[in-house]
């Protein structure tokens, strides 16, 4: 018997099936089935929520002794709905549920994220309402644990909200309540996990200190989120006009030039990252007054010698 790779074949149908360089139209409802009888030898968390963070509802069907903890968090929310434990051998018993479930979600009435940073993410779904027939109601909660449930009312005409000022790397449930006398429409349910924070440079160190320049080196940002590039800026204590150097990705040093002797400045290094944040670091730096001159050799002596 061979292992158990759902976390690959669930990246596999990310980037072949789901993707819109490979066919997959934006804006159509995406749904995935994974039937399973028991646990896969590679992770399937972080697989599993980029497809739903790229809009795929998820179903499952354990058939097996799967972990209810898991799954229910893999599954999308909310779990009652999108999973089902059931024997092999009884699985015509969910079939009508599953089937209904399934046509449901591919509804074009899907509430979707995008932008999704350390702190916020979009929230967008078609127009279900207009200004005249109804509102909306999102409601906002940590998945992991208890916490205020925020709401935000919107009116008929709305089809975005942002959320902000939400915490790193974390889980949250959304709720979109449609709310109208006029037509009967279902809440729509989405889980969505924040970025983890940008890490930014580290410890920065001068050297080669000159009169008239001196190297900056740091420590890169070594955090999940790669940083896009670095600029390093200095300027001096004192007062006066500051210099930038711009430093690709990749790289972690620089020689700044054309500075004042003896002159102490501050120096901050700046990591940008796709989110638009930026995280920085500074310390600060003095150039010598001089070179170092070398001491005068002693004259030569020179004998001089009467002859006989």
């Not at 292992?3 to 980037?15: I, K």
């Not at 709905?81 to 699985?91: N, Q, R, S």
């Not at 009508?96 to 899907?110: C, K, N, T, V, W």
């Not at 080669?208 to 989120?225: E, I, Y």
Request: hydrophobic share 40%; glycine share 10%; aromatic share 6%.
């Amino acid at each position: 018997m061979g292992d158990t790779n759902t976390g690959l074949a669930l990246a596999y149908a990310r980037e072949q099936l789901f993707a819109e360089a490979m066919g997959a139209r934006p804006g159509v409802p995406k749904v995935l089935v994974w039937v399973t009888d028991g646990a896969s030898s590679d992770p399937v968390g972080p697989p599993m929520q980029e497809l739903k963070d790229q809009g795929v509802t998820v179903f499952i069907v354990s058939t097996g002794r799967g972990n209810l903890l898991e799954l229910s968090a893999a599954a999308s929310a909310p779990a009652q709905k999108h999973l089902h434990f059931v024997d092999v051998d009884d699985l015509h018993i969910i079939a009508q549920e599953l089937r209904g479930s399934i046509l449901d979600a591919m509804q074009p009435q899907q509430l979707y994220a995008s932008e999704v940073t350390s702190n916020s993410f979009r929230l967008a779904w078609p127009p279900l309402l207009t200004s005249d027939s109804g509102y909306y109601v999102l409601e906002l909660v940590p998945s992991a644990g208890p916490g205020a449930t925020r709401r935000q009312q919107l009116p008929g005409n709305a089809t975005d909200w942002t959320w902000a000022g939400l915490d790193p790397d974390s889980e949250y449930d959304v709720v979109l309540l449609p709310e109208s006398n006029v037509h009967l429409l279902k809440p729509q349910h989405l889980r969505v996990r924040t970025l983890p924070d940008e890490a930014g440079p580290e410890r920065i160190v001068i050297s080669h200190a000159r009169p008239h320049s001196l190297r900056v080196s740091w420590a890169p940002a070594l955090g999940p989120v790669a940083a896009l590039g670095y600029h390093v800026q200095l300027g001096p204590l004192s007062g006066g006009a500051a210099q930038r150097v711009d430093v690709p990705a990749g790289r972690n040093s620089t020689t700044l030039q054309g500075l004042t002797p003896g002159t102490a400045y501050l120096v901050t290094v700046t990591a940008a990252f796709p989110s638009g944040h930026e995280r920085a670091l500074s310390a600060k730096a003095c150039t010598p007054v001089g070179e170092r001159s070398r001491a005068p050799r002693p004259a030569p002596r020179v004998a001089v010698g009467r002859g006989g």
